[in-house]
């Protein structure tokens, strides 16, 4: 009953793909969370850093709401003046993919240095599907290399 309560407010929310912000901030958690344990098992533990890694995962949301927005009043205005400018929608779909792959790179490159053994094939299918997206979406995304 709970489950259900709760996929129903987020269908409400976000849509039929509810799931997939759900996700995203859990694996915003996720990677926090590793990043910490990479950072303690290694002595390099630091509030500061962690404290951007937080930030920067805030300003992730941004974007996304932003590139939604972009998709949402291009499109009304486009009705507006009779031009059908739906397509425009891709771009927030587009910038959630990126730091969903993006997320579920990090959570991988921290369970490595963790000592976890990560199936190679799961890495190249990640960076396969990230070149996939930036080729899609037109124009390449500054991809995190040194997770927190």
Do not use: H
């Amino acid at each position: 009953m709970v489950y259900g309560g709760f996929t129903a407010i987020f269908t409400y929310m976000f849509g039929d793909l509810w799931f997939l912000f759900v996700g995203l901030v859990l694996l915003n958690i996720i990677d926090w969370l590793t990043g910490w344990l990479s950072a303690r098992k290694y002595k390099k533990e630091s509030s500061t850093i962690g404290a951007k890694g937080v930030v920067k995962k805030l300003c992730y949301w941004i974007v996304i709401n932003v590139a939604f927005y972009i998709g949402i009043a291009f499109e009304g205005m486009g009705s507006k003046i009779g031009v059908d400018l739906t397509f425009l929608q891709a771009i927030g779909w587009f910038v959630l993919a990126n730091y969903i792959v993006n997320e579920i790179r990090s959570v991988l490159e921290n369970c490595v240095k963790l000592g976890v053994e990560v199936p190679e094939i799961l890495i190249k299918g990640l960076d396969i599907t990230s070149r996939f997206v930036e080729k899609v979406g037109g124009e390449k995304v500054e991809r995190k290399d040194n997770k927190s």
